[in-house]
């Protein structure tokens, strides 16, 4: 997914649209409009082609945004915070702030959604049946929305990860083992098949049959090919963190660099030498922010003579902190819940150290590389 722009709020949560969703949008519109109604309902003139078309576009998406809403009211109601829901080009995404503790609780979330899609594939199925021989134009529109809920549905009780049928899979094998490393990786190796059967298919209805959906198949697999393949190294990295705490993985090493540092004599100077990407700035004794590579590079250079650290710094202030005897894997949570590069580990109020996301990955490897 590229860019998204917030459209409101859904029993608090906030409801995103990715640039890409006017993308799908106007595709579906199209090929509905001017290639299924027309086939379908010949007699209609352009004006219902369209007006339908779009309509049924509109209520699919809204479709899949109850069914991301049922995974996310069932993960609140668990305890598990929700970040915002994400509309795209080929369906929704509910950004939860962190794994189920439970396989009941991965169940229950991961079937909500599938669940919500049958229930609407039943309510549009009921209107249309009333409406058969009566209004043509209803008819159309909640029979194909039946239609489409029944495949949303069916598609994601597909058992690979990370479709919902493939976290069904992991919660099931995780209930039954107790192993959630194993059954994450068993739901992935899944997914990672299936995601490379829809590739092949895909390939095979474009090029031998020549129907387009199968560019649509192969998309689909390989955003579902590297969905497991994130969600795996992200499972693995917090598996490989485990009995670790923040303190751990604080940066001991990072060079520290007063406020009122010229970048310009900065650059020429130890910077450039140094091989480290971030600096901790001091006030005193005492740590007042942080200053990377990149924050530098935001900077003209013809303005470096005029800046000092301070104008670009991040205040301490304004960035996320952790406790030192905070679990490492909450840590890389907080990571993934945002863009911050670094965190500050915080005692009494008083910064006593930085993690950075790159460090703790590294940490995370090395102990994997370790433990083969």
């Known amino acids: 997914m590229g860019k998204s722009f917030r ?10 649209v990715d640039f890409s969703w ?9 090929l509905l409009s001017t290639s299924f109604l027309p086939g379908a309902y010949p007699d209609w003139d352009a004006f219902h082609h369209w007006t339908i ?21 069932v993960s609140r109601k668990k305890g598990i915070p929700v970040k915002s829901i994400t509309l795209f080009i080929f369906g929704g995404v509910a950004q939860i702030d962190k794994e189920a503790a439970q396989p009941k609780t991965e ?3 991961s079937i909500a959604g599938p669940v919500s899609s049958l229930l609407l594939a039943g309510i549009f199925y009921g209107i249309a049946y009333l409406c058969n021989g009566w209004n043509d134009y209803l008819f159309a529109l909640t029979g194909y929305l039946s239609f489409v809920n029944l495949i949303l549905a069916a598609f994601n009780m597909i058992p ?18 107790g192993n959630y490393s194993r059954a994450t990786r ?8 299936i995601s490379i059967a829809m590739i092949a298919a895909g390939v095979l209805i474009f090029f031998l049959w020549g129907y387009f959906s199968g560019i649509w198949l192969i998309f689909i697999g390989f955003l579902l090919n590297s969905a497991a393949r994130a969600n795996y190294q992200q499972t693995a990295l ?17 060079p520290h660099l007063a406020r009122y540092v010229n970048l310009m004599d900065l650059v020429e100077g130890a910077f450039v030498r140094s091989p480290h990407n971030l600096y901790l700035v001091t006030d005193g004794d005492e740590v007042a922010g942080i200053l990377t590579l990149w924050q530098i590079r935001k900077v003209p250079q013809r303005q470096w003579s005029l800046t000092t650290v301070a104008n670009i710094m991040t205040p301490v202030e304004q960035m996320q902190t952790v406790r030192p005897t905070d679990e490492a894997s909450s840590v890389l949570e907080k990571f993934a819940r945002s863009q911050d590069e670094a965190l500050a580990v915080s005692i009494d109020g008083k910064v006593a150290g930085i993690i950075t996301r790159q460090g703790l990955f590294d940490f995370a490897r090395r102990l994997q590389i370790l433990k083969g």
């Open 7 to 16: 459209i409101g709020k859904i029993f608090g949560i906030p409801v995103m």
């Open 22 to 30: 006017f993308l799908g949008f106007i595709l579906f519109a199209v």
């Open 53 to 73: 078309g779009v309509t049924i576009v509109l209520l699919l998406f809204g479709s899949v945004l109850v069914h991301e809403l049922s995974h996310s009211i």
């Open 107 to 109: 169940l229950l979330i």
């Open 160 to 177: 690979g990860f990370p479709l919902d049928g493939g976290r069904v899979l992991r919660a099931v094998i995780w209930m039954t083992t």
């Open 186 to 193: 068993i739901a992935t190796t899944a997914g990672s098949a």
């Open 238 to 254: 917090r598996e490989n963190l485990k009995g670790y705490t923040a303190q751990d993985v604080i940066i001991r090493d990072a």
